[in-house]
């Protein structure tokens, strides 16, 4: 049996109107922590992505790499949800 935990977000009001919905997240709206900036660079104690929901927040601030992982995450989802929706919980 597969498990799907609910991300609040945008999917919130499907899942509020009983449709099931789901979302997945690059964690951008996140703040990087002293760890993450010694392993990784960066600035602690900020936005993974300073653009996130501000004017810079346009094509031109897109990871491709990240933007392909979540592509990928998508579609599996997507199959999963098609293939084996009578499973899940």
């Known amino acids: 049996m ?3 935990n609910v991300v609040w977000g945008l ?6 109107a009983g449709i099931p919905a789901g979302s997945i ?9 002293v760890d ?3 392993a990784f660079g960066g600035v602690a104690n900020a936005a993974y992505d300073t653009c996130y929901h501000n004017a ?5 601030n897109i990871n491709s ?3 392909a992982e979540m ?5 599996y989802a997507m199959i999963e949800l ?3 929706a009578d499973t899940l919980v």
């Open 2 to 4: 597969h498990r799907i």
């Open 36 to 38: 993450g900036r010694a």
């Open 25 to 33: 997240a690059t964690g951008a709206g996140g703040v990087k922590s």
């Open 71 to 75: 592509v990928a995450a998508a579609a």
């Open 82 to 84: 098609a293939t084996n």
């Open 11 to 16: 999917a919130s009001p499907f899942v509020r």
């Open 56 to 60: 810079c927040d346009t094509t031109a």
């Open 65 to 67: 790499a990240a933007l």
